[in-house]
């Protein structure tokens, strides 16, 4: 199993950026992906989740930490297995290292991933640094 990370960079105050995070081995369709982030010298914390809506499995449902509600979008291309971060509106204090993340047990439950700490996940993307700043 291995997550690639693609995207981020250095971006203005409200500017926006998209990050990538393309599965192999491990069909993000039917599970869970969550993004993470870490700023510098801070813990790493959950920042959004994309997992399958159970009743309806051609839907898939989102869920968002409060910081980036409304500014981040979290979505999936089925087709190259590929789970994508929109973030717009950046600020200043969003600048961090962003991490997708899943788990072979939990990770098919954003509850889960949402409330556990960083460490119990066991499957990570190598991390990319996202900058805000003027």
């Known amino acids: 199993v291995q997550f690639v990370q693609y995207g981020g960079g250095l971006v203005q105050p409200t500017g926006f950026l998209r990050l990538s995070c393309a599965a192999s081995?491990?069909?993000?369709?039917?599970?869970?992906i969550s993004w993470f982030r870490q700023a510098p010298g801070k813990d790493r914390h959950w920042a959004a989740c994309i997992t399958y809506n159970e009743p309806l499995p051609f839907e898939h449902l989102t869920f968002y930490a409060d910081s980036v509600k409304g500014r981040f979008t979290i979505s999936m291309d089925k087709s190259r297995n590929t789970v994508h971060l929109q973030m717009s509106d950046l600020k200043p204090e969003d600048t961090a290292v962003y991490y997708c993340?899943?788990?072979?047990?939990?990770?098919?439950?954003?509850?889960?991933?949402?409330?556990?700490?960083?460490?119990?996940?066991?499957?990570w993307g190598q991390g990319t640094h996202v900058n805000v700043s003027s």
């Open positions: 081995g491990y069909a993000v369709v039917d599970r869970g």
């Open positions: 993340a899943s788990d072979p047990v939990f990770g098919a439950s954003c509850s889960e991933m949402s409330r556990r700490h960083a460490s119990e996940l066991g499957l």
